[in-house]
């Protein structure tokens, strides 16, 4: 189980700032793992990811502390997904049991990604407006179900907004903190039975998924910001075609 635990900490490592969508990789990986399903992997599919928003903390406290207005923009994106968040929370967890939604979720974002086209003009982190923070935060709404992938709903509604990705990337990763730390409470006040072993092993996860996080954030900023998204979507086409096939 611990050897499970490590992979799955990894996996949410690597997955959880690119838009593939990191809890769906998570949930088909523990079902793949042989995880019991249910309650338990709901949770750690959820609860882990904040390991790696930590990284993201970690990485870019020093860029928050220069531009403090940046807590009142983030505070105004959550606030869409906090409260819907908080109103879907049965039909949201009801999506986590079908991989036949995880599936076609996973394609419909990959041909989101296909579609989007590159801004090409430079802005700074500073010039994102609350307004624009807000209809971000109501992309990212999106990412409830599993497949569509948090970072990847901002980076198109970002898109849809006209703001290029050099900006749009960093806010998406700020915008997580509060969301994932955020769902992650929900979560916890929601499980109960869950035995001391299986809290020590969502721990576990979440340490691994911050180690892996801490490591790789800066490439996948660089990836995210310099190469084509459309990497990004073909991949998850394929993806959700082979979970609709085989899992």
């Known amino acids: ?46 609860c882990i990811q904040s390991g790696a928003i930590v990284a993201a903390v970690w990485y870019f406290w020093p860029l928050v502390m220069k531009n403090l207005h940046l807590i009142g923009k983030v505070v ?5 997904t906090g409260v819907l968040g908080l109103v879907l929370y049965p039909v949201i967890k ?10 076609v979720a996973l394609i419909v974002g990959g041909i989101g990604l296909l579609l989007i086209r590159p801004i090409n003009r430079t802005t700074e982190l500073k010039s994102v407006t609350y307004k624009q923070a807000f209809w971000i935060g109501l992309m990212q709404v999106g990412s409830f179900i599993p497949g569509i992938s948090r970072s990847g709903a901002t980076l198109i509604g970002g898109s849809l907004l006209g703001i290029p990705r050099e900006t749009i990337v960093p806010f998406s990763f700020l915008l997580a903190v509060p969301t ?58 394929a993806a959700g075609i082979l979970i609709l096939l085989f899992i």
């Open 94 to 103: 009801s999506f986590f049991d079908s991989s036949a939604i995880i599936g």
């Open 1 to 46: 189980m611990i050897i499970k635990t490590l992979i799955l900490g990894i996996v949410e490592g690597l997955t959880e700032f690119i838009p593939v969508s990191s809890t769906a990789h998570l949930l088909v990986a523990g079902r793949v793992l042989g995880l019991p399903q249910g309650q338990f992997l709901d949770a750690f599919s959820i």
């Open 180 to 237: 994932i730390l955020g769902a992650s409470v929900v979560e916890i006040r929601h499980v109960s039975g869950l035995s001391t072993l299986q809290w020590g092993l969502i721990a576990c996860g979440s340490l691994v998924a911050f180690v892996t996080a801490l490591v790789t954030i800066k490439f996948f900023i660089r990836v995210l910001t310099k190469k084509p998204l459309s990497w990004f979507g073909w991949y998850r086409i």
């Open 76 to 80: 105004v994106g959550f606030i869409p």
